[in-house]
């Protein structure tokens, strides 16, 4: 019985989250993400920055497994900071409309990149420590794997509690660039503004299991 309740627990939510990034994201990805622009990503970012007043802010390109932002500060993987393809400019718009939040509200921008940090870490954790239990008998395997599929949906809950977060740094992007000349084509500004929008989607699930979706 207690399996059966945290499967249900974990793999309803998880399921949901699933299906409103496909909905939401993954279909406007598919449609216009490959689009090749005339600025990179962290061109659109210094421009997101210098039309939010936003000076001073430390911006970084390097690798790095989770999100790195605050109101001073903003790392950009290499991927992001040098791509022309809309996708990755629009995650990095995303990013940067994150950071002239945190300028504001800085806690909150906190809850989301911890359940961000949340959902990449805490289920692949449980999962090493599950393993070696089940290796030790000291847990059966479908108790392992409802605990493991419970942590999951603890880890979707905090991303769908938090999501409101990114969605309003993306209508604060997305208004720039349909209010201004943020970028000089009016199609790539109207590009953009729908795929920052859709970016806001994309973290709905535990990066732990993301892949299973696709990029």
Avoid: Y
């Amino acid at each position: 019985m207690i399996v059966k309740f945290l499967l249900l627990l974990g793999l309803v939510p998880v399921f949901a989250a699933f299906m409103a990034r496909k909905f939401f994201c993954d279909r406007l990805l598919r449609r216009d993400g490959g689009a090749e622009l005339s600025l990179t990503g962290a061109e659109f970012v210094e421009r997101i920055f210098k039309k939010g007043r936003a000076e001073g802010v430390d911006l970084q390109v390097k690798s790095r497994p989770f999100l790195v932002l605050g109101p001073e500060r903003l790392v950009l993987s290499p991927g992001l900071a040098e791509s022309r393809r809309a996708r990755d400019v629009a995650e990095a718009g995303l990013l940067a409309g994150m950071v002239l939040m945190a300028r504001q509200q800085a806690k909150v921008v906190g809850w989301r990149t911890w359940a961000v940090k949340f959902g990449s870490a805490m289920p692949a954790f449980t999962t090493i420590v599950m393993f070696f239990a089940m290796v030790m008998g000291r847990l059966s395997a479908s108790f392992a794997l409802s605990l493991i599929a419970a942590i999951l949906g603890m880890a979707t809950l905090f991303l769908w509690f938090t999501l409101p977060v990114e969605r309003a740094a993306a209508k604060t992007v997305g208004e720039m660039l349909e209010e201004t000349a943020l970028v000089a084509r009016q199609s790539e500004g109207e590009t953009l503004a729908s795929l920052v929008r859709a970016m806001a989607w994309r973290r709905i699930i535990p990066g732990a299991i993301a892949w299973i979706g696709g990029r």
